[in-house]
Nanobody, 127 residues
Framework: QVQLVESGGGLVQAGGSLRLSCAAS????????MGWFRQAPGKEREFVAA????????YYADSVKGRFTISRDNAKNTVYLQMNSLLPEDTAVYYC????????????????????WGQGTQVTVSS
């Protein structure tokens, strides 16, 4: 079992920045690929970013590419999402998730590959 707790959400003006954190506990953190997803009101939850076990591979949704950066610190059991140049359409509840992966460069981009989820943190971007 892996427990995930997100933090760092809040209200920010368009063009601003936020950094989300997700602290993991339980099983060995670096056995898991990590991802961030988001769900806006009235919409389906969608993929945002993913990072492999070994931090060598990262993946982004087209809508956030060049603005968001995913990173992880395996010594601190934490994954981050740095969000810059925020837009009102980035408003959503952001979730981190963990997916078991069998080799260091492995990453996952689809929701059904993730086994563990945090409770979410709200990000609101005002125009």
């Amino acid at each position: 079992q892996v427990q995930l707790v997100e933090s760092g959400g809040g209200l920010v003006q368009a063009g601003g920045s936020l950094r989300l954190s997700c602290a993991a506990s339980g099983r060995t953190f670096n056995n898991y690929a990590m991802g961030w997803f988001r769900q806006a009101p009235g919409k389906e939850r969608e993929f945002v970013a993913a990072i492999s076990r070994s931090i060598s591979n990262t993946y982004y949704a087209d809508s956030v590419k060049g603005r968001f950066t995913i990173s992880r610190d395996n010594a601190k059991n934490t994954v981050y999402l740095q969000m810059n140049s925020l837009l009102p359409e980035d408003t959503a509840v952001y979730y981190c998730a963990a997916a078991p992966c069998s080799y260091p460069g492995c990453a996952r981009t689809t929701q059904n590959e993730y086994h563990y989820w945090g409770q979410g943190t709200q990000v609101t971007v005002s125009s």
